[in-house]
């Protein structure tokens, strides 16, 4: 039976720049940093990738958790920054927030790119904000 999600997973193309920016900025703090060399065949198998290596971290804020991975080998390809959030796949994480002004301000003073300010919906206000690497997350 399955109970919810665990975690959501991310690749990223620099790894200590996720960090930065999901603890760093956003609050995150890292359970755990690991990783693997090259040839794990156990972690292979279970990527399904031949000869794989990587860096891994999970981190937590509150119940949420991301996975964050940055594949040494084999490299992974780039993604488009700017990726439109109708392309298929995943396309946000949303996080949970007291104040999404406050939040908006916080961020936008980091230098965090929103596609707009917060939007009030009658339900609930929202904003999508991008991650160093055009990953869209909403608040």
């Known amino acids: ?24 900025v956003l609050g995150f703090e890292a359970e755990f940093k690991a990783g693997w060399p090259k ?5 292979d198998d279970l990527v399904g990738l031949k000869d ?4 891994v971290a999970m981190i937590r804020l509150g119940d949420t958790k991301i996975e964050v991975f940055q594949y ?7 993604q488009d920054p700017k990726r439109p959030v109708c392309d298929h796949g995943i396309i946000h994480l949303c996080f949970r927030v007291t104040d999404i002004h406050a939040e908006y301000k916080r ?3 980091a230098g965090v790119p929103f596609n ?6 009658g339900r609930e206000i929202c904003a999508y904000v991008r ?3 055009g990953n869209v997350f909403e608040l």
């Not at 040839?39 to 972690?43: H, I, N, T």
Request: proline share 13%; net charge negative.
């Open 131 to 133: 991650d160093p690497f």
């Open 52 to 55: 794989s290596a990587s860096k």
């Open 72 to 78: 040494e080998n084999p490299v992974g390809k780039p």
């Open 107 to 109: 961020l936008s003073d």
């Open 116 to 121: 707009a300010p917060p939007v009030d919906l």
């Open 39 to 43: 040839g794990a065949k156990p972690l």
């Open 1 to 24: 039976m399955i109970h919810g999600i665990d975690h959501t997973a991310l690749s990223v193309p620099d790894f200590d720049k996720a960090l930065d920016f999901y603890c760093g």
